[in-house]
């Protein structure tokens, strides 16, 4: 069963900028291995994550962020089964992006996640955009 987990979350302050470009290389590789795909936001200090995959991996790979001490005040918004089937036309690739600027990384995703996640498309649409301040 293909699941999502999505959640907002702030950094703590000792976390670097450098330790942040660690952090999403490592995020980015153990995703992919698991076919994993989402997106990973860095802004302003905050984190906003959307995990999508088999119900197990999804629900496996939270519970260590929730334990995570990289960051605090984590808020979940969607926690759910994705009853739409995946359409592997796209590269499934993990997608990490740490500052405001990169929309085109940002609009890749949104395309994608069009196909592969409708249901859900325009709440993680329109929060990305908030996210990312680009409306
Ligand atoms: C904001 C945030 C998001 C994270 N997202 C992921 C993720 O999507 N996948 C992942 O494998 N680890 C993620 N991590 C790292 C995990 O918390 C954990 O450190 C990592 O999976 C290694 O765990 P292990 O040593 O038990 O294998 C994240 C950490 C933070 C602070």
């Given at each position: 069963m293909r699941y999502v987990i999505s959640y907002v979350s702030t950094a703590t302050s000792k976390i670097?900028?450098?330790?942040?470009?660690?952090?999403?290389?490592?995020?980015?590789?153990?995703?992919?291995k698991l076919n994993i795909i989402g997106i990973l936001i860095y802004s302003d200090r905050n984190f906003f994550q959307i995990l999508e995959g088999e119900k197990h991996l999804v629900k496996m790979i939270f519970n260590k962020i929730k334990k995570d001490a990289?960051?605090?005040?984590?808020?979940?918004?969607?926690?759910?089964?994705?009853?739409?089937?995946?359409?592997?036309?796209?590269?499934?690739?993990?997608?990490?992006?740490?500052?405001?600027?990169?929309?085109?990384?940002?609009?890749?995703?949104?395309?994608?996640?069009?196909?592969?996640?409708?249901?859900?498309?325009d709440s993680i649409s329109y929060l990305t955009k908030k996210f990312m301040k680009l409306t």
């Open positions: 670097s900028s450098y330790d942040i470009a660690q952090l999403m290389d490592l995020i980015k590789t153990n995703n992919n990289r960051h605090y005040n984590i808020i979940k918004m969607l926690d759910k089964e994705i009853k739409t089937p995946t359409l592997r036309k796209y590269n499934p690739s993990f997608t990490v992006i740490s500052d405001h600027y990169n929309q085109k990384e940002l609009q890749q995703f949104l395309n994608k996640e069009k196909t592969n996640n409708p249901e859900h498309f």
